[in-house]
């Protein structure tokens, strides 16, 4: 994309012309949550105003146009996802649920103790906790694959992990940390080797690059609408309609059944057996705005985009003395810039950034045992995304190294 492209992007985002601490906003933080542009913003507000009903039950004009928009909205996801069957696609809150729902209703009927689960040191807690939880209850094992020496998950011994007691294999696309692209399909085929569903945690890959779930090998595929630059409160879990039609609820009420007594249920087809009461309709409808314009925009040149801004800013913050960045360096890193000043402490490092309007992220990013394998406790993360400028880098690593000149008198003294 050249500047042109992006300042004539930055024009949809409404939210980009705030000004923060009486500075311009610098939004570096998307890999947390994206900015909407206004499309998603019309789309949602559209439904409320003209079509706002509950879907699926209503005999009436309203309610058909409803169910009508969210059941396009399935199919929008499923066309996203290259997918092709609307069926195998279910909305959940957000990438956490779809990952949970995977857990439940495949994982606690499928799995027997020592089995075992097979996931990495860099996934996101979303895809470690719920294998936790299965793992507890079902007496199974959950096998951690650690970092090779490049900063990335060490490939091979994914792929070697899987054995006759693997079960789950469930890894990410895009990393929240490492920024990096993930090769999948050697792990898919050693997963489908040994018969166990493979999971991916799509969560930072829907909104930076083309997925096609099959191409891929993958037997679930998670991801959130507020990182696709759709709202909160809805994301979505595709699974291979084969698989998910065997499986049994995960949640039970209305809209999921097919006939209840007062003693018994039956439960209906997929992908109703898991929308369990009313769903988040108008998000849905936000949602399929978002991949509409992601799919205008291009995924590929959003990759492009990213990766170039990853570059610049990775080059810019190797000038600096004292900054250490995290994760490899090559042509799978996306824009996601984890980053320590030596000596400070990453919520300062943040807090002194939004003082000059420019928003990043610090903590432990829901990676923990990453962050261990990373010799850190937290760091500091920018990321990126189709609106950010190759000014908005530059702004912001000025500032990091006058983060660093102004805590260093603090360091001195400590
Ligand atoms: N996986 C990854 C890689 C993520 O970055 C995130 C969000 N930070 C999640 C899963 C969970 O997403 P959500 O909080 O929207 O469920």
Request: overall charge negative; some cysteine; charged content about 25%.
């Amino acid at each position: 994309m050249t500047d042109h492209d992006v300042a004539r992007l930055r024009r949809d985002f409404p939210i980009l012309e705030r000004r923060v601490n009486d500075r311009p906003l610098v939004y570096l933080d998307s890999a947390a949550s994206a900015q909407a542009p206004r499309q998603v913003l019309e789309a949602v507000d559209r439904y409320r105003r003209r079509h706002h009903a509950n879907v699926h039950r209503g005999a009436h004009t309203l309610s058909a146009e409803a169910t009508e928009m969210y059941e396009g909205a399935r199919a929008r996801v499923a066309r996203f996802l290259r997918a092709g069957d609307p069926r195998g696609v279910v909305f959940t809150r957000n990438a956490t649920e779809a990952i949970n729902l995977v857990a439940h209703a495949y994982g606690r009927h499928r799995l027997r103790e020592g089995d075992e689960i097979v996931v990495t040191v860099a996934e996101h807690h979303a895809n470690l906790v719920p294998w936790h939880l299965l793992a507890a209850e079902r007496g199974a094992i959950v096998r951690g694959v650690p970092l090779g020496s490049d900063s990335r998950v060490d490939h091979d011994a994914l792929v070697a992990a899987i054995g006759e007691r693997t079960k789950i294999v469930a890894t990410y696309h895009v990393s929240n940390v490492l920024g990096n692209l993930q090769p999948l399909r050697a792990v898919a085929d050693a997963a489908h080797a040994v018969g166990a569903l493979f999971v991916v945690d799509g969560a930072q890959a829907a909104p930076h690059v083309p997925i096609d779930v099959a191409a891929l090998g993958a037997d679930a595929y998670a991801f959130s609408g507020h990182k696709v630059g759709g709202p909160t409160g809805i994301g979505a879990l595709w699974m291979r309609p084969e698989v998910l039609e065997t499986l049994p609820p995960f949640l039970g009420g209305g809209e999921m059944i097919r006939r209840v007594e007062v003693d018994r249920s039956s439960y209906a087809d997929i992908p109703m057996r898991f929308e369990a009461g009313t769903p988040a309709i108008g998000e849905a409808i936000g949602l399929a705005a978002a991949l509409d314009y992601l799919d205008d925009v291009g995924v590929e040149a959003i990759w492009d985009h990213d990766r170039a801004l990853a570059r610049h800013a990775l080059a810019r913050l190797a000038e600096l003395d004292g900054v250490t960045t995290y994760g490899p360096e090559g042509p799978d890193r996306g824009g996601i810039v984890p980053f320590n000043v030596d000596g400070v402490h990453p919520h300062d490092v943040a807090s002194f950034l939004d003082a000059e309007g420019i928003a990043v992220r610090a903590g432990h990013h829901c990676a923990q045992p990453l962050m261990h394998a990373l010799g850190v406790d937290a760091t500091a993360r920018a990321s990126f995304w189709l609106y950010t400028t190759e000014a908005e880098i530059d702004a912001f690593v000025d500032a990091v190294a006058r983060s660093r000149a102004f805590f260093a008198p603090l360091r001195t003294a400590l």
